[in-house]
Nanobody, 125 residues
Framework: QVHLVESGGGLVQAGASLRLSCAASGRTFSNYAMGWFRQAPGKEREFVAGIIAASGGNTSYADSVKGRFTISRDNAKNTVYLQMNGLKPEDTAVYSC?????????????????WGQGTQVTVSS
């Protein structure tokens, strides 16, 4: 069983930055790609960013966050991060990390099998 626990959310003003962390249990963290998703009230969950299994490896981003958000991982700490800069009110959502089914980049919900509970990010204008 894999447990994912997010932290780092909060209430910030537009233009501010936040860094989300996701700590994973288990000894196979480095074998799997990871991703961040978000869900705003009344909307479907959407892909935000993904990173392949290897630290410092390939990443992918939703168009809405490209150039503002950066995903990274530290396999020695079993942790994946999401650095969010230039936050906008439309970034307000519950952010969840997820473990992919394989090592490769994935941007669809069906490609992930373990999910964290999520952390709330609220951006005021």
């Amino acid at each position: 069983q894999v447990h994912l626990v997010e932290s780092g959310g909060g209430l910030v003003q537009a233009g501010a930055s936040l860094r989300l962390s996701c700590a994973a249990s288990g000894r196979t963290f480095s074998n799997y790609a990871m991703g961040w998703f978000r869900q705003a009230p009344g909307k479907e969950r959407e892909f935000v960013a993904g990173i392949i299994a290897a630290s410092g490896g390939n990443t992918s981003y939703a168009d809405s966050v490209k150039g503002r958000f950066t995903i990274s991982r530290d396999n020695a700490k079993n942790t994946v991060y999401l650095q969010m800069n230039g936050l906008k009110p439309e970034d307000t959502a519950v952010y969840s990390c997820a473990r992919a089914r394989g090592w490769y980049l994935a941007d669809r919900i069906s490609q992930y099998d373990y999910w964290g509970q999520g952390t709330q990010v609220t951006v005021s204008s």
